[in-house]
C-alpha cells in the first residue's frame, strides 16, 4: 500500500470534495481517499499494483476538476492565480451590479439616464455578470449533474438562472402579468457569492507558508571529508557513512553521531527546549540544529528524507491534508434541498397548466418562478460566512487570530488541552530563581558568578549577567569548560562555576550541600556552584519560569471541564515540577516531535477532540494533528503559520476566549441557518400558489425576491450583531 497526498483545482464548496472523494474511493485498488476541502488536498492509500496517480488524475478530470502538479512554490502561485482571476470578476461584477441597480430603481433616482434603465440595457448588463462572472457556477452544475450530487453550485445556478431567463422572457415577450424584471437580483446574489469565494481564496493562499518555511531550515551545505581532505558540498549530495566537520556557529547539516569533539548545541527549533544539549562522543546530533560551542566531527546516519527535519515536514503535510471534522451544515442540506425546490416548481407548473385559470401558461410560469426564487440560496451561502468571518474579526480585535471556518466552529467541542512546556506555559527563557552565599552575601555570588560568565555567550550565563545590576569588572582570564562551566581569574583569584562534574574534577567538597543541590533540582532548576581559590562560597539555581497568568488560566480551564496535559522534550523531573506549580495532574516528558504527534492521535483514537497549544518547531506536526492548533503569537513563524488559531498577544487567557468565540459564533450560524430555511421554505407553498384557491392570493416573484432579500438581510444583520459581544 502506498500514500500520496495530491493537490485539487477547482473545488468551490463542500460537496466539490465529497464529489471527488467518493469518485477515487470507488476505483480498483484505492483503500481509503480523503478530501479536505480546506487546504484543497486528496489523501489517498492505494495499491501501486492496481492503480497509480495517472489513473488518479484522470479520474478527478472526468469529475469536472483538476490534480495539479505538487510542489510548493506552484501551490503557492496556484492559490496566487485563483485569487487574482476572483478579484478581477469581482470588480468587474461589482461595477456592472452597481449600474443594474441604479437602472432597477431608477424611479426613485430621477437623475438616472433613461437609457440605463432600459430593460433591454438591463439585459446587456445582466447578461455579462450572469454568464462571465457566473459561469464558474453554469460548470459546477453541470459537472454536479454528471455526477449526481447536486450542491451550492446547483442552487445558485438555478437561482439566478430562473430570476435571469424570467426577465429575459418579460423583456422580449411582455405579457400582461408581472411584467416586472429581476436581473438586479441574478446580479446582486452573483456578485455576492463571488465575494465570499475571492475571501475564501485568499485565506486559503497561505496555506502552503508553514512547509516552505520548514524547508528554509535545512542546511544548504556540509563541509565533509573525504579522500583525506575537508570539501564542501551540497546537503543534496551527502551520503550515509559521510564524516562531516562543524565548527562553532554552523548548522548541523543531517542527522548523525559524534565521533570526535565535545561541544554544545541549540537543538530548540527541534526540541523547543531553550536550554543548548552537551554533546560528546556517541551522541546523536540532528540536521538544521546550532553548534554553539565547540569542534564536532561526526558520522551521517540519515539523510535526505529520512532527517528529523524532513520527517517533520512530511508530518505537517500530511496533518494538513487529512479530512476537516466536519462540514458545512448548508453543504450538507443542499443535496436535499435542491432536488425537492426543483421538484415543487415542476409541479407548481404543471398544476397551474391543468387548473390554473388564462393565461394558464403565464399562470404556471410565473408560479413556477416564484417558487425558484424563494428558493434561492443567496441567505444560505451567507449563513456560514458572515458568521465566520464577524466571530474572526471580533477575534483579531482582541489578538486572536483564527484561520479558517472550520477551526471557529471546532474549537467549543474541545475536551483536551495539551500545552507544550518551554515558551508556551513557560518563559521560554532560563532566569535565576536561587542565590544562596555561604559566608557571603547574594550580591558578592552573583558577582563573582558575573564576572566568570562576562565573556560567555551560553543562556546560564546570560541568565546571570541579567541578574547582577552592577558593573562587572573584566577577567584577566576565561575559559569554557564545555558541559561542565567556566573558569575565570580575577585579582589573582581563580573563579570555579559550573556544575558537580567541575567541582569533582578539581576535588572540591560540596557534600554539606547536597540536600540543598537535589530539592533545587528536585524542582527542575539547574544549579551551578561557585568558589573561590576551591573554596565554595555559593551556589545559583537557573530555571525556565512560568509565565504569570498560568496558574490561573489552567483552574479556569479545569472549570470548563477541560483535561489539561503537559507535554515537553525535557526530562521527567522537570516536566513534573512545572506541572505542580502550574496545577497539572498530567505530564508527558521526554517526548520528541514525532512522539508529540503520536500522542495527540492516541487521544483522538480514545475519542477526544484535542487542542494543541505551542510555540516551536518541533510544535508544528502536533499542531497540524490537532483538531485545533493554537500557537503562540511570540513563536516562530513556522509555528504561527501551521496553528489554526493565533494569539497575538502570547496571552494563554486568549485561549479561554477563542473557545468561548467559538461557542457563540455556531449559535449565530445555526441561528442563520434558521433564518435562511424558516423564510425560505415557509414561503415555498405559498409562492407555489396554495393560497389562491382560497383567498385569490399570488406571491409573484417580485415579492418572491423581496422575501429572500429579507432572508438575507437578517442572516447579515444577526451575523453583525456579534459585534457587540464582549469575549
Known amino acids: 500500500m502506498k500514500k500520496v497526498n495530491l493537490k485539487i483545482k477547482g473545488m468551490h464548496c463542500a460537496s466539490c470534495a465529497i464529489t471527488i472523494e467518493k469518485g477515487i474511493s470507488s476505483m480498483t485498488g484505492v483503500e481509503n481517499a480523503s478530501v479536505n476541502f480546506g487546504s484543497e488536498k486528496l489523501s489517498i492509500e492505494y495499491d501501486e499494483k492496481k492503480t497509480n496517480e495517472d489513473e488518479f488524475k484522470k479520474k478527478v478530470r472526468s469529475l469536472g476538476y483538476e490534480l495539479v502538479d505538487e510542489g510548493h512554490a506552484h501551490d503557492h502561485m496556484h492559490h496566487d492565480n485563483t485569487s487574482t482571476k476572483l478579484r478581477n470578476k469581482l470588480i468587474f461584477s461589482i461595477i456592472v451590479t452597481f449600474l443594474i441597480l441604479l437602472g432597477s430603481f431608477s424611479d426613485f433616482l430621477r437623475i438616472i439616464?433613461?437609457?440605463?434603465?432600459?430593460?433591454?440595457?438591463?439585459?446587456?448588463?445582466?447578461?455579462?455578470?450572469?454568464?462571465?462572472?457566473?459561469?464558474?457556477?453554469?460548470?459546477?452544475?453541470?459537472?454536479?449533474?454528471?455526477?449526481?450530487?447536486?450542491?451550492?453550485?446547483?442552487?445558485?445556478?438555478?437561482?439566478?438562472?430562473?430570476?435571469?431567463?424570467?426577465?429575459?422572457?418579460?423583456?422580449?415577450?411582455?405579457?400582461?402579468?408581472?411584467?416586472?424584471?429581476?436581473?438586479?437580483?441574478?446580479?446582486?446574489?452573483?456578485?455576492?457569492?463571488?465575494?465570499?469565494?475571492?475571501?475564501?481564496?485568499?485565506?486559503?493562499?497561505?496555506?502552503?507558508?508553514?512547509?516552505?518555511?520548514?524547508?528554509?531550515?535545512?542546511?544548504?551545505?556540509?563541509?565533509?571529508?573525504?579522500?583525506?581532505?575537508?570539501?564542501?558540498?551540497?546537503?543534496?549530495?551527502?551520503?550515509?557513512?559521510?564524516?562531516?566537520?562543524?565548527?562553532?556557529?554552523?548548522?548541523?547539516?543531517?542527522?548523525?553521531?559524534?565521533?570526535?569533539?565535545?561541544?554544545?548545541?541549540?537543538?530548540?527549533?527541534v526540541t523547543g527546549e531553550s536550554m543548548p544539549?552537551?554533546?560528546?562522543?556517541?551522541?546523536?546530533?540532528?540536521?538544521?540544529?546550532?553548534?554553539?560551542?565547540?569542534?564536532?566531527?561526526?558520522?551521517?546516519?540519515?539523510?535526505?528524507?529520512?532527517?528529523?527535519?524532513?520527517?517533520?515536514?512530511?508530518?505537517?503535510?500530511?496533518?494538513?491534508?487529512?479530512?476537516?471534522?466536519?462540514?458545512?451544515?448548508?453543504?450538507?442540506?443542499?443535496?436535499?434541498?435542491?432536488?425537492?425546490?426543483?421538484?415543487?416548481?415542476?409541479?407548481?407548473?404543471?398544476?397551474?397548466?391543468?387548473?390554473g385559470p388564462d393565461p394558464k401558461f403565464t399562470f404556471a410560469l410565473v408560479n413556477a418562478v416564484a417558487v425558484l426564487i424563494i428558493a434561492c440560496p443567496c441567505a444560505l451561502g451567507l449563513a456560514t460566512p458572515t458568521a465566520i468571518m464577524v466571530g474572526t474579526g471580533k477575534g483579531a480585535e482582541k489578538g486572536i487570530l483564527i484561520k479558517g471556518g472550520e477551526s471557529l466552529e471546532i474549537t467549543h467541542k474541545i475536551n483536551t488541552i495539551i500545552f507544550d512546556k518551554t515558551g508556551t506555559l513557560t518563559k521560554g527563557k532560563p532566569e535565576v530563581t536561587n542565590v544562596v552565599g555561604i559566608n557571603n552575601s547574594e550580591n558578592t555570588v552573583l558577582k563573582y558568578a558575573a564576572i566568570a560568565e562576562k565573556r560567555s555567550e551560553h543562556p546560564l550565563?546570560?541568565?546571570?549577567?541579567?541578574?547582577?545590576?552592577?558593573?562587572?569588572?573584566?577577567?584577566?582570564?576565561?575559559?569554557?569548560?564545555?558541559?561542565?562551566?567556566?573558569?575565570?581569574?580575577?585579582?589573582?583569584?581563580?573563579?570555579l562555576l559550573g556544575n558537580t562534574t567541575l567541582m569533582n574534577e578539581n576535588k572540591i567538597d560540596f557534600s554539606g550541600l547536597n540536600n540543598k543541590i537535589h530539592r533545587l533540582e528536585n524542582e527542575g532548576k539547574t544549579v551551578m556552584l561557585l568558589t573561590i581559590n576551591k573554596k565554595i562560597i555559593g551556589l545559583i539555581a537557573v530555571a525556565d519560569t512560568l509565565k504569570e497568568n498560568v496558574k490561573d488560566v489552567i483552574k479556569e480551564l479545569k472549570n470548563m471541564n477541560k483535561e489539561i496535559v503537559i507535554i515537553t522534550g525535557d526530562n521527567e523531573r522537570t516536566g513534573k515540577a512545572i506541572a505542580k506549580q502550574a496545577g497539572v495532574d498530567k505530564v508527558l516528558a521526554n517526548v520528541l516531535p514525532n512522539d508529540k504527534v503520536n500522542e495527540v492521535k492516541k487521544l483522538q483514537k480514545e475519542g477526544k477532540i484535542v487542542a494543541m497549544v505551542g510555540d516551536g518547531i518541533n510544535d508544528?506536526?502536533?499542531?497540524?494533528?490537532?483538531?485545533?492548533?493554537?500557537?503562540?503569537?511570540?513563536?516562530?513563524?513556522?509555528?504561527?503559520?501551521?496553528?489554526?488559531?493565533?494569539?497575538?498577544?502570547?496571552?494563554?487567557?486568549?485561549?479561554?476566549?477563542?473557545?468561548?468565540?467559538?461557542?457563540?459564533?455556531?449559535?449565530?450560524?445555526?441561528?442563520?441557518?434558521?433564518?435562511?430555511?424558516?423564510?425560505?421554505?415557509?414561503?415555498?407553498?405559498?409562492?407555489?400558489?396554495?393560497?389562491?384557491?382560497?383567498?385569490?392570493?399570488?406571491?409573484?416573484?417580485?415579492?418572491?425576491?423581496?422575501?429572500?432579500?429579507?432572508?438575507?438581510?437578517?442572516?447579515?444583520?444577526n451575523s453583525l450583531s456579534m459585534k457587540r459581544y464582549r469575549i
Open 277 to 355: 544539549v552537551e554533546k560528546k562522543i556517541n551522541d546523536v546530533v540532528i540536521g538544521a540544529t546550532i553548534n554553539k560551542e565547540g569542534y564536532l566531527k561526526f558520522k551521517a546516519t540519515k539523510v535526505g528524507k529520512d532527517t528529523l527535519l524532513a520527517q517533520i515536514i512530511k508530518m505537517v503535510e500530511e496533518a494538513q491534508g487529512r479530512k476537516a471534522p466536519i462540514q458545512r451544515l448548508a453543504d450538507k442540506v443542499s443535496g436535499i434541498f435542491v432536488p425537492v425546490v426543483i421538484l415543487i416548481a415542476i409541479f407548481t407548473f404543471v398544476v397551474w397548466m391543468i387548473f
Open 461 to 495: 550565563g546570560e541568565a546571570i549577567l541579567n541578574k547582577f545590576k552592577g558593573k562587572i569588572p573584566n577577567a584577566s582570564s576565561f575559559k569554557s569548560l564545555t558541559g561542565r562551566g567556566i573558569m575565570a581569574v580575577y585579582n589573582k583569584k581563580k573563579i
Open 620 to 717: 508544528a506536526p502536533a499542531l497540524a494533528q490537532a483538531d485545533v492548533g493554537i500557537a503562540i503569537g511570540s513563536g516562530t513563524d513556522v509555528a504561527i503559520e501551521t496553528g489554526d488559531i493565533i494569539l497575538v498577544k502570547s496571552d494563554l487567557g486568549d485561549v479561554i476566549k477563542s473557545i468561548k468565540l467559538s461557542g457563540y459564533t455556531l449559535r449565530k450560524i445555526k441561528q442563520n441557518l434558521g433564518f435562511a430555511f424558516g423564510y425560505n421554505t415557509a414561503a415555498i407553498p405559498i409562492a407555489a400558489g396554495i393560497l389562491y384557491p382560497f383567498f385569490g392570493f399570488l406571491l409573484s416573484p417580485m415579492i418572491a425576491a423581496a422575501a429572500m432579500s429579507l432572508s438575507s438581510i437578517s442572516v447579515v444583520l
Open 113 to 269: 439616464p433613461n437609457f440605463l434603465a432600459s430593460n433591454y440595457s438591463l439585459f446587456v448588463l445582466a447578461t455579462l455578470v450572469q454568464f462571465y462572472v457566473g459561469l464558474q457556477f453554469y460548470k459546477g452544475f453541470w459537472n454536479e449533474l454528471k455526477n449526481k450530487s447536486l450542491g451550492m453550485d446547483s442552487l445558485i445556478a438555478i437561482g439566478t438562472s430562473a430570476a435571469y431567463f424570467y426577465s429575459v422572457f418579460v423583456t422580449f415577450f411582455p405579457f400582461d402579468v408581472a411584467q416586472n424584471v429581476y436581473y438586479d437580483t441574478a446580479a446582486a446574489i452573483i456578485t455576492l457569492i463571488i465575494l465570499g469565494r475571492y475571501l475564501e481564496a485568499r485565506a486559503k493562499s497561505h496555506t502552503s507558508d508553514a512547509i516552505k518555511k520548514l524547508v528554509k531550515l535545512q542546511a544548504k551545505t556540509a563541509t565533509v571529508i573525504r579522500n583525506g581532505k575537508e570539501i564542501q558540498i551540497s546537503v543534496e549530495d551527502v551520503r550515509v557513512g559521510d564524516i562531516i566537520i562543524v565548527k562553532p556557529g554552523g548548522k548541523i547539516a543531517v542527522d548523525g553521531k559524534v565521533i570526535e569533539g565535545h561541544s554544545s548545541v541549540d537543538e530548540s527549533m
